[in-house]
């Protein structure tokens, strides 16, 4: 009876040992910072077309290094809500060479690092041109949310996490107003 | 006289779809000749054998994520998916025992210990972000056969050998598999520089040209 005891307290030692190092050892622990972006600036535009990019930091805030196997954005325009333009968005990373396939590479970010994406966003008017549909959005104080949508793999099984920003009506048309100044 | 060199050959991306022979054939033939060795990569050996794994699709077990907390953060094993692919390489109870004399012995200062024991997939998986993309997602295991593999690319090439080598930018050359006569030491020697490049430059082939001929030299000296 001795023994079994023996053994059952042998054996809590080490569980309670195991649990402590793997507590004391953390993991990764990202985070976008969103409040920390860039302004959205106007990058290209057509008749029919404007393209905006803001450049958001991230941090692996964690103990122990991670993956981001994957980031993209996804962004929140129901046509409930604004009609007039078609969105699409793509997510880089700005430390990799630059890519157009909108793919995003796997990268391993040590604990305490961290890096910065840009996100872009092009808005294409279904009718008329974009500079009349973006100032019907801004007339009806349309803000657009993004979900910064990132793929985490470290000690821990992989998750997916979001992190929204919201891309306000008045940011885009102040965009669009410092470009036309500074043509 | 003829110098020992090392020629990259760049090919398209590989996938599971190519026989990685056919390949070496279609992309390095013209350049290989009798006296020289083909080497290629292991994790594009292993690609094109379909060894390849999602961990989105690795059915984790309780050891595989107390156990990967025991590997220092810059091995393959030490994510939860690395050392779970190493346990349905090889076995969880054997990567288990491996890793408990692994850590009994470094405690009297002997190094890789584990690796030694755990079997020889254990050292040859890449863990996410080890490969070029698409594979950049996918856990890569080990070459199957690689000895296999090496003799019949010298039999399909005509060259004096050939071999599949596990070499990477801090300086660790392993030789996996190697055609009868070559000598593994002095061929991961000649692979430390990591010719194979980078997962981007997409030279997984390397021809190193004129070996035999600078071995037999070496030997005269």
């Known amino acids: ?183 | 006289m003829a110098e020992l060199e090392l020629k990259p050959v760049r090919t398209r991306i590989l996938t599971d779809k190519d026989n990685i022979v056919d390949m070496i054939e279609k992309y390095a033939k013209d350049d290989v000749g009798p006296d020289d060795v083909v080497s290629v990569a292991e994790s594009v050996v292993a690609i094109t054998q379909g060894r390849i794994t999602r961990p989105e699709d690795l059915k984790v077990c309780f050891l595989a994520r107390i156990l990967c907390r025991f590997i220092p953060q810059e091995g393959s094993l030490s994510s939860v998916y690395g050392m779970q692919s190493a346990m349905d390489a090889e076995g969880k109870w054997r990567i288990l025992f491996a890793l408990l004399i692994g850590m009994l012995a470094k405690i009297i200062g002997r190094n890789g210990v584990f690796y030694e024991l755990a079997g020889p997939q254990a050292p040859l998986i890449d863990d996410v972000t080890g490969t070029m993309p698409p594979f950049d997602k996918c856990l890569v295991y080990g070459p199957e056969n690689p000895k296999e593999v090496a003799e019949e690319i010298k039999k399909r090439l005509g060259c004096y050998g050939a071999v599949v080598a596990d070499v990477n930018d801090l300086k660790r050359a392993r030789v996996v598999g190697i055609s009868e006569g070559l000598e593994p030491n002095n061929l991961a020697r000649i692979l430390i520089d990591n010719p194979f490049g980078n997962a981007s430059q997409r030279t997984p082939i390397v021809i190193i040209k004129n070996y035999a001929t600078a071995e037999k030299r070496a030997e005269m000296v």
Not at chain 1, 8 to 21: N, P, Q, S, T
Not at chain 1, 157 to 172: A, F, G, V
């Open chain 1, 1 to 183: 009876m001795e023994f079994l005891i023996t053994i059952l307290l042998v054996a809590l030692v080490v569980a309670i040992a195991i649990w402590l190092f793997i507590a004391r050892q953390g993991d990764a622990e990202f985070e976008f910072l969103v409040d920390q972006r860039t302004d959205f600036a106007l990058e290209e535009l057509t008749e029919k077309t404007a393209t905006f990019s803001c450049k958001v930091p991230f941090i692996n805030k964690g103990t122990q290094g991670g993956t981001i196997m994957d980031a993209y954005p996804r962004h929140l325009l129901p046509h409930e809500q604004f009609d007039g333009v078609e969105v699409s968005s793509r997510l880089e990373l700005l430390s990799a060479p630059p890519r157009t396939d909108n793919y995003f590479e796997s990268v391993i970010i040590l604990a305490g690092e961290g890096d910065t994406v840009a996100v872009t966003v092009k808005f294409t008017a279904k009718e008329g041109s974009i500079e009349e549909a973006l100032g019907q959005m801004a007339e009806l104080t349309v803000d657009m949310a993004i979900d910064i949508v990132y793929q985490i793999v470290a000690r821990t099984p992989w998750y997916i996490h979001k992190t929204r920003m919201i891309m306000k009506c008045t940011e885009i048309m102040n965009a669009m107003q410092t470009k036309s100044a500074a043509k």
